[in-house]
Every structure is written in C-alpha cells, then in structure tokens.
C-alpha cells in the first residue's frame, strides 16, 4: 500500500508539472513583446481533475487492472469449428469473402469505397511490418521511409518518364527492397533500441531528403497529378488524353466518377489478396521459420549453422518491398503526395496495428488495420483529440490484452 | 586407434586482465566421449564459446577434422558438424517442438524463395526429408506425442532433451554439451546417460561433454579433461582421473 501511494504521488506529481507547462500558462504577442499569461480558473479546474485521475487511478491500480481483467476476452479460435468440418468449410467461406469484397463496393457510398481503400493500404502496410516487427522481432521506427519510396518511384517515373501504374508497382517494389537491403546491411548488429533510433532516423533522412530535393522531388509542394491506373489502357477520366481511350466510352456507359473509385478499390482488393497470399507462404517456409525462430533466440539460431545477417536482411528487404507496393498504389490513388504523408506519425501508427492485431498474426493485423482506420472516420468531431484516442485505446489494449487482438496461432503439421 | 576428430593446441583466452583459459590441450577422436571437468568458474564453459565461434580465443589453434577453425563465424563452425548446446536451455520456445526440429535443419532445406513459392519437386523433397529427419529424432528422445506443442511448455527434463534433438538433427560429428544433466532428476539422468551412450555407438558420433555429475561422467567418458581456473591440471581415463592427488585435491582438499 505504501509503495503504490508513493507512485500515485509521484504520477500525479509529473502530471501536474507536464499540465501546467503544457495546458496553465500560454505564451502570447501582446503588441511586440512576448508575454506570458495564465490560464483561467475553469482550465485549473481541468487540470487538477486530471491529476486527481492520474492520483487515484494509480493508488487503485490493482483493482483497476482486475477491471480490465474481467472485461471477458472472447476466444476467436474458439468459433472456429474444428477439423475436418473447417477444411471442407474453409475454401467456401474465403470465396465468399473474396465475392463479397468484390461486389460490395458497388451497393455502398463512394465515401465508403474511398475509406475501404485506405484501410487495404494499411493492411498491406501492416502485413509487411508485420514481417519485421513480428516475426523477426526487429524494431522498425522508420518503417514509412519505404513507403515514401514506394510512392515516390511511381511519382516521379511517371512524371519524367511516363512509366505506367503497372510498370511502376514492380519497379517500386524492388527499389524499396534495395532501399531496405542498403540500410539493413550496416544496422542489422544492432539489436532492439539501437536498431530502433537508427531506422528511425533513416524515416526522418528520406523525408528531410524529399522535403529539400526540390529540384526532383517539388520539396514540400510535393508532386500532384499523378496518373491514375487504367484498366489494360483505359483510362477513368471523363476524357481520354491523346491516342487513349476512356473506360465509359469503350463501354458505352454513362461517365460516373464512381468508377475511377471502384476501380481503386479493386486494384487494392487484388493487390491485398496477392500480399496476403505470398506472406502466409513466407510464413510456412523455411526463411518464415527462420524469422521467428531469429526473434525468439539469436544465439542458438547462430548455434545451429543459420546465417542471422541474410535472414535479417531478407525479413528486412520483403517488408521494404511490401510498403513499396503499397506506397506506389498510394500514389496513384491520391494523385498527390508530399513530404507531408510520411512523416514518422505514420510509422507509429502502423506500429501499433501491427501490435494491437498480435505479433505476427495476420488476422489480427488485418482487423486492427480496420479498426484504425475506421475509428477515426467514425469519430470525426473528435477529430482534435485523434492522438489522444490513439494513445488511450494502446493503454487500454495494453492492460486488457496485451498479447493483441488475435494472437498468432502456431500451425499444427501433421506428422504422418 | 581411432581417427582424430577434433585436435585442440595450446587454447588460450583473456578477459582484460582474466586468463579464463589458459594453454589447454584437448583431443577428441571419433566415437569417443570426452568429458571436461572443474569446479565452477573453471573456465569450461568459455572453452565451449571458444570451439564453437562464439568468442575469438587470444591464442591457439583449433583443428577439426583437420581444418582450421580460426577465422570461421559461428554458424560456420556449426554447419562443418560441429554443433553446441547452451548450459541454459536455448528453445525457441514460442515455436512448436517440431517447427523447433525444422528450424534447426534450416541449410538442408531449400531456402531458395521461388523454390518455395511454387513448391517445386526438389522443396518438397528436402522439406519431407527434414520431416523425416525430425521425427526419427523426436522418436529418439520420447517426444514424438509432444510435436505440435509449445517449446516452452515441456518440462524442464524434456526441454532438456529436445535441445538434444535439435542438435542432432543437423547430423553434426562432434556434439559439445554443457551441463546437459543439470536439473535433472536421477530418473532422467540415467536416461540421459543411455541416450549419450547410444549417440555414441548407434550414431558414431562423438561427444564432448560438461559436467558436473560425477557419477554420470565417471561412467561414459572414454577419457576425461580436468581444469582449474582456466589451466589444465590433469588428463586421463576416468580412473587415472579418480586417483590423481591434484585432482582430489581441487575437489575435495579446497572446497
Ligand atoms: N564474456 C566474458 N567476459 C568476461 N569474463 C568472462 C566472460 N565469460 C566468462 N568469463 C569469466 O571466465 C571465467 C570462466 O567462466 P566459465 O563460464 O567458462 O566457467 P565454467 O567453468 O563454465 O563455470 P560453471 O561450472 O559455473 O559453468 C569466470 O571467471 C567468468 O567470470
Ligand atoms: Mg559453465
């Protein structure tokens, strides 16, 4: 009891010194000079109820923490029927979900369709960190950089050299893999923390690099109308550029800008099922193994004859080219991009859907994608308190289920 | 006699001003057991860092089958045949049991990433060979029913021999266990005792062994090293070893 009185006091002591720097006074220009002015009396009325928050909710912090425990954790493998019924169920379940993904879109609001197609791009973005993060165990921080390349090769190829959207996706993806292998080669010794703040000044390198490169990259006005995809050369603008033809008159079909985002979609659907698909095969061979066996103990790995610095690099490289995919369609969907979408906040947010869904889970990955995305969409007037939410939703993710949403599931092989 | 296996000169490690090893002379040949010896903070343990490339020795040569080690990375050492156990468990203990055995077999495997994309003929030959190759192991230690569980959640003894298993299965020549029998109850000692033996007949390896259980290393080492802070104070059969007057001095006179 004394000792978490002492913390509940020195808690509440921090967060009374951060509120009053932060939230009590204000610095303001009165004519030319600076001046300092404190807060009214209803803002130090909000700060001291926070700190009383912070007092007891520390000085209670067992039974807190045994709320949170009684919060029931449903067991998702547990609706899954088992053996033989889940084989024969299984391939129609995935085609339903396949169908349904495809034919959804087109009952829903282009809103709707815009936001199903940001979400596949975190999930792509959270599969391949997932890679990094939670099979190999290795601790990107800078994760977004090649994302930035991603998006940036297909901006710029096709920008000075007309490159198409489909050229570009593997150009883009190869790049970021080199960009991964270059980076990964020197800091792949360091392990844990020191791994962290190296790749996370390489986020930050690629982005000041960006920002001041303006002579190629347009600096922080970024590069704006980027092609969009076309469909085996039809394109989805109201009117073709010269010698193309457009998707609605090919057709015959009414022009509706409903179909550009249709369409986006559906490149993300395809190009989500092709990440998802090699990724679970990764995961089932050898390398895969090799990963996660790296993350659970890197001396009897060494012990055993595997080579720690290719396994590293090859976890290191697939992710890169993973967020390379995802960055080139980015592009191509937003039409747009500077500076300003790669900043390290990106990096950390796909972090945690990689965390919140459970280490190496796909699943779960796939399912804090969702929630991550959607949640702020659903909380717009909360807009202003986004990383607040963001930061309550980890703590409270953290106490309640810290191994993440759905767990990974160790796959049973059958030993005949 | 039989052939030489593992030929080691004059070995010698510093730490800064600690000579943790200090010109130790070993020689294993096939099929042999060998054991080392020596009260706690001997320096065995760095002997086994030293062979198996973990730590770069201050001086010495290592031969192995002839060739130099000197220069090797440790996985390197590990693929030449030379493989080691850790005097704590070292599993892979969120993987199952059987994913631990795969693992291990990694460089017989195809890594070859399209290889494995497309599943081509030789990916899954080598991939059932490997499972083959790790379920006759599994079988060896009794711990085939426990394949598709947790490493982590064996009991300890079973832990114990399925690090065994594990080095094993990548058909190493000179096995180098530290302490394997340490935690062990007197049941599974004897079983460990039988299992080194059968690795050294049945299997026709050789086995380099720490130990501390003197009962166990009396009774399987074809010949048994003793070092005391870090230099080499006697060698010998087990019974040369048992009369020695400085061995039983070190064991018994100054403990
Ligand atoms: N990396 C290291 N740096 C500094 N000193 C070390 C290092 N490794 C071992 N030592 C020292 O070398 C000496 C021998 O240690 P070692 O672990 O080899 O003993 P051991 O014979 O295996 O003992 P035990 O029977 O307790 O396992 C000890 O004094 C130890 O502190
Ligand atoms: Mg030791």
């Given at each position: 009891?004394?000792?978490?009185?002492?913390?509940?006091?020195?808690?509440?002591?921090?967060?009374?010194?951060?509120?009053?720097?932060?939230?009590?006074?204000?610095?303001?220009?009165?004519?030319?000079?600076?001046?300092?002015?404190?807060?009214?009396?209803?803002?130090?009325?909000?700060?001291?109820?926070?700190?009383?928050?912070?007092?007891?909710?520390?000085?209670?912090?067992?039974?807190?923490?045994?709320?949170?425990?009684?919060?029931?954790?449903?067991?998702?493998?547990?609706?899954?029927?088992?053996?033989?019924?889940?084989?024969?169920?299984?391939?129609?379940?995935?085609?339903?979900?396949?169908?349904?993904?495809?034919?959804?879109?087109?009952?829903?609001?282009?809103?709707?369709?815009?936001?199903?197609?940001?979400?596949?791009?975190y999930?792509m973005l959270g599969l391949g960190l997932n890679i990094v993060v939670g099979?190999a165990?290795l601790l990107d921080l800078g994760y977004v950089a090649f994302y930035a390349v991603g998006?940036?090769?297909?901006?710029?190829?096709?920008?000075?050299?007309?490159?198409?959207?489909?050229?570009?996706?593997?150009?883009?993806?190869?790049?970021a893999?080199?960009f991964g292998?270059?980076l990964g080669?020197?800091?792949?010794?360091?392990?844990?923390?020191?791994l962290a703040?190296v790749t996370l000044g390489f986020g930050e390198?690629i982005r000041?690099?960006?920002?001041?490169?303006?002579?190629?990259?347009?600096?922080?006005?970024?590069?704006?109308?980027?092609?969009?995809?076309?469909?085996?050369?039809?394109?989805?603008?109201?009117?073709?550029?010269?010698?193309?033809?457009?998707?609605?008159?090919?057709?015959?079909?009414?022009?509706?800008?409903?179909?550009?985002?249709?369409?986006?979609?559906?490149?993300?659907?395809?190009?989500?099922?092709?990440?998802?698909?090699?990724?679970?095969?990764?995961?089932?061979?050898?390398?895969?193994?090799?990963?996660?066996?790296?993350?659970?103990?890197?001396?009897?790995?060494?012990?055993?004859?595997?080579?720690?610095?290719?396994?590293?690099?090859?976890a290191f490289t697939l992710g890169a080219s993973t967020a390379g995919f995802a960055g080139?369609?980015?592009?191509?969907?937003?039409?747009?991009?500077?500076?300003?979408?790669f900043i390290f906040i990106e990096s950390a947010i796909i972090l945690a859907i990689v965390v919140?869904?459970?280490?190496?889970?796909?699943?779960?990955v796939?399912?804090?994608?969702?929630?991550?995305?959607?949640?702020?969409?659903?909380?717009?007037?909360?807009?202003?308190?986004?990383?607040?939410?963001?930061?309550?939703?980890?703590?409270?993710?953290?106490?309640?289920?810290?191994?993440?949403?759905?767990?990974?599931?160790?796959?049973?092989?059958?030993?005949? | 006699?039989?052939?030489?296996?593992?030929?080691?000169?004059?070995?010698?490690?510093?730490?800064?001003?600690?000579?943790?090893?200090?010109?130790?002379?070993?020689?294993?040949?096939?099929?042999?057991?060998?054991?080392?010896?020596?009260?706690?903070?001997?320096?065995?343990?760095?002997?086994?860092?030293?062979?198996?490339?973990?730590?770069?020795?201050?001086?010495?040569?290592?031969?192995?089958?002839?060739?130099?080690?000197?220069?090797?990375?440790?996985?390197?050492?590990?693929?030449?045949?030379?493989?080691?156990?850790?005097?704590?468990?070292?599993?892979?203990?969120?993987?199952?049991?059987?994913?631990?055995?795969?693992?291990?077999?990694?460089?017989?495997?195809?890594?070859?990433?399209?290889?494995?994309?497309?599943?081509?003929?030789?990916?899954?030959?080598?991939?059932?060979?490997?499972?083959?190759?790790?379920?006759?192991?599994?079988?060896?230690?009794?711990?085939?029913?426990?394949?598709?569980?947790?490493?982590?959640?064996?009991?300890?003894?079973?832990?114990?021999?399925?690090?065994?298993?594990?080095?094993?299965?990548?058909?190493?020549?000179?096995?180098?266990?530290?302490?394997?029998?340490?935690?062990?109850?007197?049941?599974?000692?004897?079983?460990?005792?039988?299992?080194?033996?059968?690795?050294?007949?049945?299997?026709?390896?050789?086995?380099?062994?720490?130990?501390?259980?003197?009962?166990?290393?009396?009774?399987?080492?074809?010949?048994?090293?003793?070092?005391?802070?870090?230099?080499?104070?006697?060698?010998?059969?087990?019974?040369?070893?048992?009369?020695?007057?400085?061995?039983?001095?070190?064991?018994?006179?100054?403990?």
């Amino acid at each position: 009891m004394r000792g978490s009185l002492y913390n509940a006091i020195f808690a509440a002591g921090i967060t009374l010194v951060l509120a009053c720097l932060m939230l009590g006074v204000r610095l303001g220009a009165e004519g030319t000079t600076l001046a300092v002015t404190g807060a009214g009396a209803d803002r130090w009325g909000w700060i001291l109820a926070g700190v009383g928050v912070v007092f007891f909710g520390q000085l209670f912090a067992n039974q807190v923490d045994a709320l949170f425990g009684r919060i029931p954790k449903p067991n998702l493998s547990a609706l899954k029927p088992q053996g033989s019924s889940w084989n024969t169920l299984k391939p129609w379940l995935l085609s339903a979900l396949v169908v349904g993904l495809l034919v959804w879109p087109f009952m829903v609001s282009r809103g709707a369709v815009d936001l199903a197609t940001l979400t596949l791009i975190y999930i792509m973005l959270g599969l391949g960190l997932n890679i990094v993060v939670g099979l190999a165990g290795l601790l990107d921080l800078g994760y977004v950089a090649f994302y930035a390349v991603g998006a940036y090769t297909y901006a710029l190829l096709s920008e000075y050299f007309g490159f198409s959207f489909w050229m570009c996706l593997p150009i883009a993806a190869l790049l970021a893999a080199t960009f991964g292998f270059i980076l990964g080669f020197p800091v792949l010794r360091l392990r844990g923390d020191y791994l962290a703040i190296v790749t996370l000044g390489f986020g930050e390198m690629i982005r000041i690099l960006l920002n001041n490169w303006t002579s190629i990259t347009g600096g922080p006005n970024g590069i704006s109308g980027i092609e969009k995809p076309t469909l085996f050369g039809l394109e989805f603008s109201r009117r073709a550029s010269e010698g193309n033809q457009t998707f609605h008159e090919f057709f015959g079909i009414d022009y509706s800008s409903g179909h550009k985002v249709i369409f986006l979609y559906l490149i993300a659907v395809l190009l989500v099922i092709i990440v998802i698909y090699l990724i679970n095969r990764l995961m089932r061979m050898p390398i895969g193994r090799a990963w996660e066996a790296l993350r659970e103990d890197e001396i009897a790995c060494r012990s055993l004859g595997l080579n720690r610095t290719v396994i590293k690099l090859s976890a290191f490289t697939l992710g890169a080219s993973t967020a390379g995919f995802a960055g080139c369609f980015f592009a191509a969907r937003q039409g747009f991009i500077s500076p300003e979408s790669f900043i390290f906040i990106e990096s950390a947010i796909i972090l945690a859907i990689v965390v919140l869904g459970g280490m190496g889970s796909q699943i779960g990955v796939i399912l804090a994608a969702i929630v991550m995305t959607i949640l702020p969409e659903l909380a717009r007037e909360f807009s202003d308190y986004r990383m607040l939410m963001f930061g309550l939703l980890m703590v409270v993710m953290m106490r309640w289920r810290p191994e993440g949403l759905v767990p990974m599931k160790r796959p049973h092989l059958e030993l005949k | 006699m039989s052939q030489l296996l593992l030929d080691v000169n004059e070995l010698t490690m510093r730490f800064g001003g600690l000579l943790a090893v200090n010109a130790v002379n070993l020689k294993v040949r096939n099929r042999q057991i060998v054991s080392i010896i020596g009260p706690n903070g001997a320096g065995k343990t760095t002997v086994f860092n030293c062979l198996s490339g973990f730590y770069i020795p201050t001086d010495g040569s290592v031969l192995f089958n002839g060739d130099q080690l000197a220069g090797l990375k440790d996985f390197q050492i590990s693929r030449k045949g030379l493989v080691r156990t850790f005097q704590h468990v070292r599993l892979f203990s969120k993987m199952t049991v059987i994913e631990n055995m795969l693992v291990a077999q990694h460089r017989h495997l195809n890594t070859n990433l399209f290889a494995g994309m497309f599943k081509t003929p030789s990916y899954r030959r080598l991939e059932q060979e490997a499972m083959d190759r790790a379920i006759y192991w599994l079988e060896e230690v009794d711990l085939l029913q426990h394949a598709n569980r947790e490493a982590g959640y064996l009991a300890y003894g079973q832990q114990r021999k399925l690090e065994i298993a594990r080095c094993m299965s990548t058909q190493p020549e000179l096995l180098l266990l530290d302490e394997p029998a340490a935690g062990l109850n007197p049941f599974e000692t004897k079983e460990l005792d039988q299992l080194i033996i059968r690795l050294r007949d049945e299997h026709e390896i050789s086995v380099l062994l720490i130990e501390h259980d003197m009962g166990l290393v009396m009774g399987i080492s074809d010949h048994i090293y003793v070092i005391a802070q870090g230099t080499p104070l006697a060698d010998g059969t087990p019974d040369e070893v048992k009369q020695n007057p400085d061995v039983i001095k070190a064991y018994l006179g100054e403990s």
